[in-house]
């Protein structure tokens, strides 16, 4: 289930903020213009998903520091929405904060900075009409079932998670099943570890690898399974691609695996300890983009850091054959990335520029989105 528009309001930099999704989507700004923002609102949606919500939304500051500073009408609640359509179906998540309360500081609520939801929605798009098939209001919801009948959960949700992974019973709802299992499909890369620290660094215990972990911790693994399983062949050729000449090795000792560089002109390969943070990177984005589970949806935010200029054109060509297997979302602000992306997928890049320090689409305004503006 390809991910066919977004729509988030109220999130950070967001105040109101809708675009189509193809295949293959380039976002490109300045620092600050709001790119990370708008990674970050999907992946509110996989951790949703998960039961991760209060969570992921603690950890960023907590809700009250990533809803919408800007100017908001009096008397309307402070909201943070985001909502996709997945081609057929379109699910909203709506959350708010507890409200603040004026006793003394030891009486409040200790878990003020949970969210609290507030609505989710599930609809059928067919014809132009959406068809409710659930819908929350705080801690009530119904739904319909396989047969269409309605079911109702009074007071049953906890308020501070999604619907998605309160729900069992995956048969009897399978279209909300489908796009619970759908969201936590979603894969997010948004930052390598390469300090001289990192896992990936040192020789690691190698299992088969297919999908590398966040921080890429495992690649010495994680590239092995794709010269075991995968496609051994574009890995070599993205490697050659990247860095003339050069080949990969996976050491095995033990049980352990690192990774070892053959450079040309190098009498003994480079380990891992020994590559700079641009080089390891990329191998992370090559295990990433390669992956022989490719996932429905795969998103990079500013896969450029620390990387050479010269890997930018080599690294667009990898994205553009990723795009051939699962949905490519990318942040970047390195219009030399975005323009080797549009000229191999003719995908154009989405410029994201901010006006009164909201995150807009260039060429488009507020109003240019769907929902009518009942908020200004
Ligand atoms: N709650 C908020 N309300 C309004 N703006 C916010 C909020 N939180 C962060 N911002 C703004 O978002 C911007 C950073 O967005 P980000 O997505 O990280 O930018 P980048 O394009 O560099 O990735 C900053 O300008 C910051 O001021
Ligand atoms: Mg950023």
């Not at 997928?345 to 488009?364: F, I, M, N, S």
């Amino acid at each position: 289930m390809p991910i066919t528009r977004l729509q988030i309001s109220g999130y950070r930099s967001v105040r109101r903020l809708s675009m189509e999704l193809g295949p293959m989507n380039v976002i490109v700004g300045a620092n600050g213009s709001g790119k990370t923002n708008l990674y970050r609102a999907l992946y509110l949606l996989s951790v949703a998903a998960e039961g991760r919500l209060a969570r992921t939304l603690a950890e960023e500051g907590g809700t009250p520091s990533v809803l919408w500073a800007g100017p908001r009408m009096a008397k309307k609640p402070v909201r943070l929405s985001v909502e996709v359509e997945l081609g057929e179906l379109a699910y909203e998540l709506t959350c708010g904060i507890i409200p603040f309360q004026p006793a003394p500081i030891e009486a409040r609520d200790p878990f003020y900075l949970d969210p609290e939801v507030k609505t989710e929605h599930l609809w059928a798009l067919s014809g132009g009409r959406k068809v409710v098939l659930m819908e929350r209001k705080d801690r009530t919801a119904f739904m319909r079932d396989a047969e269409g009948k309605r079911a109702t959960f009074s007071s049953e949700l906890w308020s501070a998670e999604s619907v998605l992974d309160q729900l069992g019973e995956p048969h009897r709802f399978p279209r909300l099943s489908e796009v619970q299992r759908t969201f936590a499909s979603w894969r997010f890369y948004h930052h390598f570890r390469t300090d001289p620290d990192a896992p990936m660094r040192h020789p690691r215990v190698g299992v088969r690898t297919p999908v590398l972990s966040h921080d890429g911790a495992d690649l010495a693994a994680a590239l092995r399974t794709i010269l075991h399983i995968g496609d051994a062949r574009g890995l070599e050729q993205g490697i050659d691609d990247a860095f003339p000449g050069a080949e990969l090795e996976i050491h095995s000792e033990q049980g352990r695996f690192s990774v070892l560089l053959h450079m040309p002109g190098l009498s003994r390969p480079m380990a891992a300890a020994e590559l700079s943070d641009g080089t390891l990177r990329y191998l992370c984005l090559l295990a990433a983009l390669l992956s022989p589970r490719p996932p429905s949806f795969l998103a990079l935010n500013e896969p450029e850091t620390s990387l050479h200029p010269d890997l930018l054109e080599p690294l667009g060509r990898l994205l553009a054959k990723a795009s051939k297997t699962s949905q490519v979302w990318v942040t970047t602000h390195a219009e030399q990335l975005a323009r080797t992306v549009a000229s191999a997928t003719r995908c154009e890049p989405v410029y994201l520029v901010k006006k009164d320090g909201a995150t807009q689409v260039e060429g488009r305004s507020e109003e240019d989105d769907d929902e009518p503006d009942d908020d200004a």
